[in-house]
C-alpha cells in the first residue's frame, strides 16, 4: 500500500501575484481528495473520501491551516520564485565534425548548444541562408542536473564548392539569434576528415564509372564474336 500526498502551485500574473495552491491525497495510486484554494474546498473522489471532504469542509480550524500553507508556501517565497522566473543563461554553441564511415554522405555536422536556460531552444541548419531539413535529426533537451539544459542537432552533409552552412540558434537569453558558420574554425584534423570524405566518395564514383565502361566494352566484344 501507498499512501501520498502531493502539493501542486501555480503562479499566474505578471507579478505572480495570482497563485493556485492544490492539495491532493492519494492512495495506492488512486487519487481520494484535493482541495483547490481558487475553489475553497475539498472535493473527494471515493465513497468515504467524499464524506471526509465534506467534515473537513465544515471545519473552520481546516480552512485556517489551509490558508497557512499557502502563505508560508507561496506568498513568503514570492521574491525567491520571482527570481527563478527571470532567471536566463545564454547558450554557449559549438559547431564540429563527425566523422562519418557509412551513407551516402561522406561527412556529418554537430551543432551543439550548452549551458542555457531556460529549456525552449530551436536548432536551425542553413544552406546559403536557406533552412535545412534533409538529412537533419535532432536530441533531445537534456538536463545536466545544475538547472542549465543543453541540446544536439546533425546534419549528414556531402560539401560542394561555394556553399555556406551554418547552424542557427534561436533562444530567449539571446538577444538575437546567433549563427555560426561551419569552416570559419576548421581545425587541420577536420579539414583532412572532409578531404578524405570527398576523395571516397570521387573514388568510389570513379570505380563505378570504369566498371560500367569496362561492363559495355566486354558486351560488345561478346556480340561482335
Keep these: 500500500t501507498e499512501k501520498l500526498l502531493f502539493i501542486f502551485i ?27 484554494s481558487t475553489r475553497g474546498y475539498w472535493i473527494g473522489f471515493t465513497n468515504y473520501s467524499i464524506m471526509t471532504s465534506y467534515n473537513w469542509n465544515k471545519d473552520p480550524l481546516d480552512h485556517l491551516l489551509r490558508k497557512m500553507e499557502k502563505k508560508l508556501l507561496c506568498y513568503d517565497n514570492i521574491n525567491f520564485i520571482q527570481t527563478i522566473g527571470n532567471l536566463s543563461a545564454t547558450p554557449i554553441i559549438r559547431l564540429k565534425l563527425i566523422k562519418q564511415n557509412y551513407g551516402q554522405h561522406p561527412v556529418m555536422l554537430e551543432c551543439s548548444a550548452y549551458n542555457f ?39 549528414e552533409y556531402a560539401p560542394t564548392s561555394g556553399e555556406r552552412i551554418s547552424c542557427m540558434v534561436e533562444h530567449s537569453a539571446l538577444s538575437e539569434p546567433q549563427t555560426i558558420v561551419w569552416g570559419d574554425s576548421f581545425t587541420v584534423e577536420e579539414k583532412g576528415q572532409v578531404a578524405v570524405g570527398l576523395c571516397g566518395l570521387l573514388t568510389g564514383s570513379l570505380l563505378l564509372t570504369s566498371g560500367l565502361i569496362y561492363y559495355k566494352k566486354k558486351s560488345a566484344a561478346y556480340i561482335d564474336a
Design 117 to 155: 536556460y531556460p529549456k525552449q531552444i530551436k536548432l536551425t541548419w542553413l544552406r546559403n541562408g536557406q533552412e535545412v531539413t534533409e538529412g537533419v535529426s535532432y536530441t533531445d533537451v537534456i538536463p545536466d542536473g545544475q538547472f542549465y539544459y543543453q541540446s544536439h542537432s546533425y546534419l
Design 10 to 36: 501555480f503562479f499566474n500574473g505578471p507579478n505572480f501575484n495570482d497563485i493556485e495552491y492544490i492539495v491532493v491525497t492519494s492512495f495506492n495510486k488512486q487519487s481520494l481528495m484535493q482541495y483547490n
